[in-house]
Each structure stands twice: as structure tokens, then as C-alpha cells.
């Protein structure tokens, strides 16, 4: 049974700072993309930031120097650091895993940056 249980989301104050954390398990972790989406009130899902299997990252122009993601294959977790938060970064952020034809979803925590 494949499972992707994120956590770290919450209140903050813009310009604060987030770990959001995605841990694995039932999948062949180190061979999978991994990538966090978010989706805000009304709006459709967008991807944040993605992590190949060989740690090659991609981010949304959006989060660019704001956001990192990072991945551990020994604990099989991806990490998203958000840094310098800001007010439309609010949402629920989800973990996804891909591999080929294969997909998988967290449930979404929620992050609301708000003074």
C-alpha cells in the first residue's frame, strides 16, 4: 500500500519561513520523481518544485530563490524549505511521486501566510 503522509504546514507571517516534509513508503522511493504542488482557494493545481531520482530540481518562476526542495533516500522524504513567505503563497501543498505511468498523492497540508 503506497502511502505519502505530508507535514510542516501552518500559520506564518510573511516573510517567515516553512519545512514542508513528504515521507514515503510502499514505493521504490529513490527511483521516483518527486514534486510538491499547491492550490490555492479557486484556483487550479500548479506545480512548486519537482527532484529527479538523480537530485535534478526544477521550481516554478514563482518560488525561484524563495524555495528549496530537497530529498533523503535513506529516510525515502522530500523536503520543500520556503523561505521569504509571502501572502499568495497560501494553500494546501501536496507531495507527489511519479514513476513512468505511475502517480501517486499526499492528502495536502495547509500553509496560510498571514500577519
Known amino acids: 500500500q503506497v502511502q505519502l503522509v505530508e507535514s510542516g504546514g501552518g500559520l506564518v507571517q510573511p516573510g517567515g519561513s516553512l519545512r514542508l516534509s513528504c515521507a514515503a513508503s510502499?514505493?521504490?522511493?529513490?527511483?521516483?520523481?518527486m514534486a510538491w504542488y499547491r492550490q490555492a482557494p479557486g484556483k487550479q493545481r500548479e506545480l512548486v518544485a519537482s527532484i529527479s531520482s538523480g537530485g535534478s530540481t526544477k521550481y516554478a518562476d514563482s518560488v525561484k530563490g524563495r524555495f528549496t526542495i530537497s530529498r533523503d533516500n535513506a529516510k525515502n522524504t522530500v523536503y520543500l524549505q520556503m523561505n521569504n513567505l509571502k501572502t499568495e503563497d497560501t494553500a494546501v501543498y501536496y507531495c507527489?511521486?511519479?514513476?513512468?505511468?505511475?502517480?501517486?498523492w499526499g492528502q495536502g497540508t495547509q500553509v496560510t501566510v498571514s500577519s
Open positions: 507527489k511521486a511519479g514513476h513512468m505511468y505511475l502517480e501517486y
Open positions: 510502499g514505493i521504490m522511493f529513490s527511483s521516483y520523481v
